[in-house]
T-cell receptor, first 111, second 115 residues
Framework: QKEVEQNSGPLSVPEGAIASLNCTYSDRGSQSFFWYRQYSGKSPELIMFIYSNGDKEDGRFTAQLNKASQYVSLLIRDSQPSDSATYLCAVNTGTASKLTFGTGTRLQVTL | NAGVMQNPRHLVRRRGQEARLRCSPMKGHSHVYWYRQLPEEGLKFMVYLQKENIIDESGMPKERFSAEFPKEGPSILRIQQVVRGDSAAYFC?????????????FGDGTRLSIL
């Protein structure tokens, strides 16, 4: 079982729709959760981070965390073509500072 | 530019040569991390350093790879006797001092190509 799992996609959504990206993790000791956006050939860009169960909203982005189900998600409202990218879920476990990444979900926002 | 600075952006080496990748963290950040991204694969942690100390090198290959973060100057990831399989994007990230779990911010990366 992979430590952090994401559906590779592509996930295709029409412009203006809500994109829902999901991530599961295996280590129950995980404490910090991050979403990064990576355009092709570019570096990862931090989008959201969440530490506590529940929802955290920032503009068009909402991160959702359910530690009991070991599940974290990212919602993107009013999706734009510029949101088309690969979204990486990353998890930090306990006292270790390193991030463990999923392989990413490729999002395509269509006109 | 207050972001994480990496250089060079692109590096070409022949098999058997040495590659040196540099990283200066964001202003105010004292923690540096190196990650490698192989083509069509996810980001893999390599090493975590603070000034003059290697904190976690659990992701570093046992041979040919080393890293340092001296008191003065950038962090260096050094790959000796490079092989074709070392071709990848190498990203440096930094985070502020404090507890683990702080968000990490990435530099633009160094694309290493081995001929």
């Amino acid at each position: 079982q992979k430590e952090v799992e994401q559906n590779s996609g592509p996930l295709s959504v029409p412009e203006g729709a809500i994109a829902s990206l999901n991530c599961t993790y295996s280590d129950r000791g995980s404490q910090s959760f991050f979403w990064y956006r990576q355009y092709s050939g570019k570096s990862p860009e931090l989008i959201m981070f969440i530490y506590s169960n529940g929802d955290k909203e920032d503009g068009r982005f909402t991160a959702q965390l359910n530690k009991a189900s070991q599940y974290v998600s990212l919602l993107i409202r009013d999706s734009q073509p510029s949101d088309s990218a690969t979204y990486l879920c990353a998890v930090n476990t306990g006292t270790a500072s390193k991030l463990t990444f999923g392989t990413g979900t490729r999002l395509q926002v269509t006109l | 530019n207050a972001g994480v600075m990496q250089n060079p952006r692109h590096l070409v080496r022949r098999r058997g040569q040495e590659a040196r990748l540099r990283c200066s963290p964001m202003k105010g950040h004292s923690h540096v991390y190196w990650y490698r991204q192989l083509p069509e694969e996810g980001l893999k942690f390599m090493v975590y350093l603070q000034k003059e100390n290697i904190i976690d090198e659990s992701g570093m290959p046992k041979e040919r790879f080393s890293a340092e973060f001296p008191k003065e100057g950038p962090s260096i990831l050094r790959i000796q006797q490079v092989v074709r399989g070392d071709s990848a994007a190498y990203f440096c990230a930094s985070s502020p001092p404090g507890s683990s779990g702080q968000p990490q911010h990435f530099g633009d990366g160094t694309r290493l190509s081995i001929l």
